[in-house]
């Protein structure tokens, strides 16, 4: 099975700052669609909630 990759805009809180990156789609234990991805600038750890999976 092909990993989903998910492409946009993240907030990185360490910077402040609006980043575009590319993140590993993931489903938590709620059931909710999470983008998971680095910050190119610091390497900080980005999520974005997608929704419902």
Not at 18 to 32: H, I, P, Q, S, Y
């Amino acid at each position: 099975m092909a990993t989903e990759i998910w492409e946009g805009s993240f907030y990185c809180v360490k910077c402040k700052e609006k980043r575009d990156a590319k993140g590993e789609v993931v489903v938590n234990a709620k059931g909710t669609k999470m983008a998971k991805g680095k910050c190119p600038v610091c390497g900080t750890n980005l999520n974005r909630i997608l929704g419902k999976a």
